[in-house]
C-alpha cells in the first residue's frame, strides 16, 4: 500500500506543476494545440511565435510533441536572448521528459530553466523551477532533496503574489512529509494548500488537495473519510476529463475494497488503473497498477495471472529506477550547486579588479594633481614677484565677480532643482489617477476610499517637499549648504515609499525596499534625499510594466551601501561614460513616454561627492540597471 500512496502523491504532483509553474495556466487541450500550430505556420514575427510555441507545448497531449515544441521556442528565443520564454521553452521540456519517464532529462531540463529565470530575476520562474526539480526528486524517492527544494521554492513563494504556485509547493511538501509517516506535519501542509485553492476557487486544486487528504486518512485507519475524499476528488477529475490521478486514486480504491472484502470490485479498480496507465503510456502507473493486479490474484490463488503482472512490475519498476539514474541526477544537483559557488567567486574576483584598478587610478590621478600642484606653485611665485600690485588688484575684481557668477549659478541651479524633484510628486497624482480611472472601469468603488487615502499622502509628501526644497533655497548664501548628521536610511526610504508606490502601482512595478532599521548614514539629508529620488525616480520611468525595483542598503566596515536596481531597458554602454555629466539636447524618454533631461543623474553625483561618497551604475540592455551609491556610515 506504501507503495501505491506513494505514487498517488506523484502524480497529483507533477501534474499539478504542468499547470502551475507556468504563468498563465493552460490545460492540456490537443484541438487548441492544433488549431495553434496552424496559426504559427503563418506566424512570421518572433514576439507572437513565443507564446504560441509556449501555449502549443502546454496543450499538446503528445509527449513527443511538447518536446518539439519547447525546443523549437528555447531555439528561437535564444537567438534574441529573451530569457523568459528561454525559460519557459525548458521548463515545458522538462514537463515533456517527466510524462514519459525519463527523469534524467526532466530534472536537467529544469535546473537550465532555473539558471534562465535567474538571470532576469524571475523569481516566480525560479521558485517554479525548484518546485519542478523537488517533484523529480520525489518520484525517485529522494525524499531529502525533494522537501530540500520544495522549501527552496516555498520561502520565494511566500513573498510573491503567485499563490497558486505557492499552494502547490505546499502540496508537494505535505507529499513528502506523508512519505516519512509524519501524518500531521503532512495535514497541516495540506490544510494550508487547501485554503488558498478553495480562496482562489481552483478546482483542480482542490481536487487534488482532496485525493491526498484522503490518503492520509487511509493511513490513519480512517477508510470512510478517506474513500469520502477520494470520490469527491474524483468527481471533479472526471468533469475536467484528468484521467491521470484517477487511476492512482482507482488503484487505492482496489485496496480500500480488498479490505471490506469486496474483491471483485478491488479488481475492477486495479483493472481500470493499469488500463489508463497503458492508453496514457504512464510507466509509473503501469508498474503500481500490475503490482496491484499480482497482488490481488496473488490472494485467490490465480498463479498464472499473477506471475505475469509480477513480471510486468518488475520491467518497469527498473526500467524506473535504476541506480545510474539516481546518480546522474545527484550528480546535476552536485554542478547545479558548485556552478552557483562559482558565480560567487567570479563575482569576488571582478570586484577585487575592478577596486585594483579604481586604486591604481586614483594613484595616477593624485601623483598628476601633486605635479601639476609643483608646476603651478613655480609659476605663480614667479610672477609674484614682478606683478604683486597687479595681481592683487585683479584678484579683488576676480574674486567680486565670481562672487556674484557664483550667486547666479546657484539661484538658476536650485529653481533646476525645485522643478525637477517636483516631478516626481506630480507624477505620482497621475498615478493615482490611472488608478481611479481603472477601479470606476472595473466598478470596484470599494477600492476608492484607499485611493484617497492615497492623494491625501501624496499630498502631504508635496507639501512637505516644497516646503523643503524652498526652506533650502532661502536658507543658503551662495553655496549649496552641507550639513552632515546622523541620518536613519530606514526612515528615509519610508517616506520615499509614500511618494512613489502610486506611480509604480500605476505602472504595474513591483517596489520594494530591503533597509534595516539599524541602517545609518552621516551625511546631509536633504542632498541624500534628492539622490535617492532621483534614483527611484530614474528607474521607474525606464522600467516597463511586470517589471522589479528594489532600494537595499547595508553597512559594510565604515561605510553604507545603498543600491538600487531594476529590470528595466537598461544604459547603452556608448552612454555610460557620459551619464553624469549635464549636456544640451540630452532628453530621453521613458517607457511610458515620461521626459528628462538627465539633471538628476548630475545631482546624484554632485550629491554623493559632496557627502564624501560616490555612486557607480552597472547596467546590460534588456537587463536591468544597479546604482551603488557609498556613504560614510553614522
Known amino acids: 500500500m506504501g507503495q501505491v500512496v506513494r505514487n498517488a502523491i506523484f502524480r497529483a504532483c507533477l501534474f499539478l506543476i504542468g499547470l502551475f509553474t507556468s504563468y498563465i495556466c493552460v490545460a492540456q487541450n490537443q484541438p487548441l494545440a492544433d488549431s495553434?500550430?496552424?496559426?504559427?505556420?503563418?506566424?512570421?514575427?518572433?514576439?507572437?511565435?513565443?507564446?504560441?510555441?509556449?501555449?502549443?507545448?502546454?496543450?499538446?497531449?503528445?509527449k513527443d510533441s511538447i518536446l518539439f515544441y519547447a525546443d523549437q521556442l528555447i531555439n528561437e528565443a535564444s537567438t534574441s536572448l529573451q530569457y523568459r520564454w528561454i525559460y519557459l521553452g525548458?521548463?515545458?521540456?522538462?514537463h515533456g521528459y517527466n510524462r514519459k519517464g525519463d527523469l534524467e532529462k526532466a530534472i536537467s531540463a529544469y535546473f537550465m530553466a532555473e539558471k534562465n529565470a535567474r538571470k532576469i530575476n524571475l523569481s516566480n520562474g525560479i521558485a517554479s523551477a525548484f518546485v519542478a526539480i523537488g517533484d523529480v526528486y520525489s518520484i525517485n524517492s529522494d525524499h531529502d532533496n525533494s522537501i530540500l527544494f520544495y522549501k527552496k521554492a516555498t520561502t520565494i513563494l511566500r513573498n510573491s503574489n503567485d499563490s497558486i504556485t505557492l499552494a502547490s509547493a505546499l502540496l508537494n511538501t505535505g507529499d513528502e512529509y506523508f512519505n516519512y509517516e509524519?501524518?500531521?506535519?503532512?495535514?497541516?501542509?495540506?490544510?494550508?494548500?487547501?485554503?488558498?485553492?478553495?480562496?482562489?476557487?481552483?478546482?483542480?486544486?482542490?481536487?487534488?488537495?482532496?485525493?491526498n487528504v484522503?490518503?492520509?486518512?487511509?493511513k490513519q485507519g480512517k477508510h470512510q473519510l478517506a474513500e469520502e475524499n477520494i470520490n469527491a476528488a474524483t468527481k471533479i477529475l472526471e468533469k475536467l476529463n484528468d484521467k491521470y490521478p484517477i487511476a492512482v486514486y482507482d488503484t487505492y480504491m482496489a485496496d480500500i475494497y480488498l479490505e471490506k472484502g469486496d474483491f471483485d470490485r478491488a479488481l475492477t479498480y486495479a483493472k481500470h488503473s493499469l488500463q489508463i496507465g497503458e492508453e496514457e503510456g504512464l510507466k509509473e502507473q503501469i508498474r503500481d497498477g500490475s503490482l496491484k493486479l499480482s497482488e490481488?490474484?496473488?490472494?485467490?490463488?490465480?498463479?498464472?495471472?499473477?506471475?505475469k503482472y509480477q513480471s510486468q512490475y518488475i520491467a518497469y519498476r527498473d526500467?524506473?529506477?535504476?541506480?545510474?539514474?539516481?546518480?546522474n541526477m545527484a550528480d546535476l544537483r552536485t554542478e547545479y550547486e558548485v556552478s552557483?559557488?562559482?558565480?560567487?567567486?567570479?563575482?569576488?574576483?571582478?570586484?577585487?579588479?575592478t577596486q585594483q584598478i579604481v586604486g591604481y587610478a586614483m594613484g595616477a590621478v593624485l601623483l598628476l594633481i601633486i605635479v601639476l600642484a609643483l608646476v603651478l606653485y613655480r609659476t605663480g611665485k614667479q610672477r609674484q614677484l614682478t606683478n604683486t600690485l597687479l595681481a592683487r588688484q585683479k584678484l579683488t575684481v576676480e574674486t567680486q565677480r565670481d562672487q556674484l557668477e557664483g550667486l547666479n549659478n546657484t539661484k538658476d541651479r536650485f529653481f533646476s532643482i525645485i522643478s525637477h524633484d517636483l516631478r516626481g510628486p506630480v507624477n505620482a497624482f497621475a498615478g493615482v489617477a490611472e488608478l481611479i480611472r481603472y477601479y470606476v472601469k472595473d466598478k470596484a468603488y470599494d477600492e476608492l476610499v484607499e485611493v484617497t487615502d492615497h492623494i491625501d499622502q501624496s499630498s502631504s509628501q508635496l507639501s512637505a517637499l516644497l516646503d523643503n526644497l524652498l526652506n533650502w533655497a532661502v536658507s543658503q548664501q551662495g553655496e549649496f549648504p552641507y550639513a552632515p548628521e546622523q541620518v536613519n536610511i530606514s526612515a528615509m526610504t519610508t517616506e520615499l515609499q509614500g511618494v512613489y508606490q502610486n506611480m509604480s502601482s500605476a505602472k504595474d512595478i513591483e517596489l520594494t525596499f530591503e533597509v534595516g532599521t539599524d541602517v545609518a548614514a552621516f551625511v546631509d539629508r536633504n542632498s541624500t534625499m534628492t539622490i535617492l529620488r532621483n534614483l527611484i525616480g530614474n528607474a521607474l520611468k525606464f522600467t516597463e510594466s511586470k517589471g522589479f525595483i528594489t532600494l537595499s542598503a547595508t553597512t559594510e566596515a565604515d561605510q553604507t551601501i545603498i543600491k538600487v536596481q531594476d529590470t528595466g531597458v537598461g544604459i547603452p554602454t556608448d552612454k555610460l561614460s557620459t551619464l553624469f555629466q549635464l549636456q544640451e539636447k540630452k532628453s530621453t524618454w521613458g517607457t511610458d513616454g515620461e521626459k528628462g533631461l538627465g539633471l538628476g543623474l548630475q545631482l546624484a553625483f554632485?550629491?554623493?561627492?559632496?557627502?564624501?561618497?560616490?555612486?557607480?551604475?552597472?547596467?546590460?540592455?534588456?537587463?536591468?540597471?544597479?546604482?551603488?551609491?557609498?556613504?560614510?556610515?553614522?
Request: charged residues 25%; aromatic residues 10%.
Open 36 to 62: 495553434l500550430v496552424k496559426i504559427l505556420a503563418k506566424q512570421e514575427v518572433d514576439s507572437l511565435r513565443y507564446p504560441l510555441l509556449r501555449r502549443i507545448a502546454a496543450s499538446h497531449t503528445d
Open 90 to 94: 525548458y521548463l515545458h521540456k522538462g
Open 182 to 211: 509524519e501524518l500531521d506535519t503532512a495535514l497541516i501542509y495540506f490544510k494550508e494548500s487547501g485554503e488558498i485553492f478553495s480562496l482562489k476557487n481552483y478546482e483542480l486544486g482542490n481536487a487534488y488537495n482532496l485525493g
Open 214 to 218: 484522503g490518503l492520509v486518512y487511509a
Open 296 to 307: 490481488l490474484y496473488g490472494l485467490i490463488e490465480n498463479y498464472k495471472n499473477a506471475y
Open 319 to 327: 526500467s524506473i529506477n535504476n541506480k545510474k539514474t539516481i546518480q
Open 340 to 353: 552557483q559557488k562559482q558565480i560567487e567567486v567570479d563575482l569576488l574576483e571582478q570586484e577585487k579588479r
Open 606 to 634: 554632485e550629491f554623493a561627492t559632496m557627502n564624501k561618497g560616490s555612486i557607480v551604475v552597472e547596467s546590460e540592455e534588456g537587463i536591468g540597471t544597479t546604482f551603488t551609491v557609498t556613504l560614510p556610515t553614522a
